[in-house]
């Protein structure tokens, strides 16, 4: 009888140790593994892809893009915390970059969960309109899609984001992607805080000189995009080309200028 004692022990054990096993809730997600950006510099976004703004009006991203170079950001309405900070980011950003939406760039957040309506949309452009009424939130667009519609976005620029379904909520990247007119992805911009000076060169750059100023020409001829960072730097190779290139036109113009006068005849007496 003694002899039993153990295997039967054992095996209360085990059977407790399944039960514990199947009630427990899952393990959290590996959310390193599943969130983030993955840089697709030149991947074309899905134009056809349709989306429906804060007042129910459905149109294709092209249509939403416009033409004119685009910042996009991706998150969701309801989000408890980190969306709030891009959207500030963004309108920081956008209301220092000296472009107007509407205008000269276009704007769009897009919601990644199906589930919105066109109202929290709405609730979102009033919030963001009080918070920043320089950042012309009614010139940009608050977007709703279907779940292919996001997912298309979402897989097209490199957005990961995972639905946790133990809290119904999503877990997803921070940060903001440049596209040109033709919808091709630019530029990344990471994190909640975006110089204005970078977006501005960014969207400058991306529409090909089609908006800013000569001024912004001149700083890209000297600066590179780094796409570890989101942000332009100074390239001093660039910069040392274009002074050596200076330097040697200034001689060449010096020598024909000594020449002509060397070749000038004197003044008779």
């Known amino acids: 009888m003694n002899a039993r004692r153990p295997w039967i022990t054992w095996l209360v054990c085990l059977a407790l140790s399944c039960t514990a096993s199947a009630g ?51 998150g969701y309405f309801h989000c408890p915390n980190l969306c709030d900070a891009v959207l500030q980011g963004m309108a920081h950003a956008v209301a220092r970059s000296g472009l107007h939406p ?75 992607v440049v596209a040109s007119a033709g919808g091709k992805v630019a530029q990344y911009m990471f994190g909640v805080r975006y110089p204005a000076r970078s977006l501005r060169l960014a969207l400058v750059d991306a529409s090909q000189g ?18 570890a960072t989101g942000r332009y730097s100074l390239l001093i190779g660039r910069v040392m080309r274009w002074l050596g290139c200076a330097f040697a036109l200034g001689l060449i113009a010096a020598l024909l200028l000594r020449r002509r006068r060397a070749e000038r005849p004197e003044p008779r007496t």
């Not at 918070?131 to 977007?143: D, G, T, V």
């Not at 089609?210 to 796409?227: A, E, S």
């Open 24 to 74: 427990a809730p899952p393990p959290p997600p590996k959310l390193d593994q599943q969130v983030g950006f993955d840089q697709r510099l030149g991947a074309q976004l899905p134009l056809a892809a349709r989306f429906t703004d804060r007042h129910g009006r459905s149109a294709s991203l092209g249509q939403w893009m416009d033409g004119r170079p685009t910042v996009l950001a991706m």
């Open 102 to 176: 509407g205008r000269d760039v276009t704007v769009l957040f897009v919601s990644i969960d199906p589930r919105e309506r066109p109202e929290d949309a709405l609730h979102a452009e009033q919030m963001l309109a009080r918070m920043n009424p320089q950042a012309e939130a009614s010139r940009w667009h608050f977007l709703l899609g279907s779940e292919d519609a996001i997912h298309a976005l979402a897989g097209a620029s490199g957005y990961r984001y995972l639905y946790d379904a133990r809290i119904d909520q999503y877990a997803h990247a921070a940060g903001i």
């Open 210 to 227: 089609r908006v800013g100023n000569v001024v912004d020409q001149l700083v890209l001829l000297c600066c590179g995009y780094d796409p």
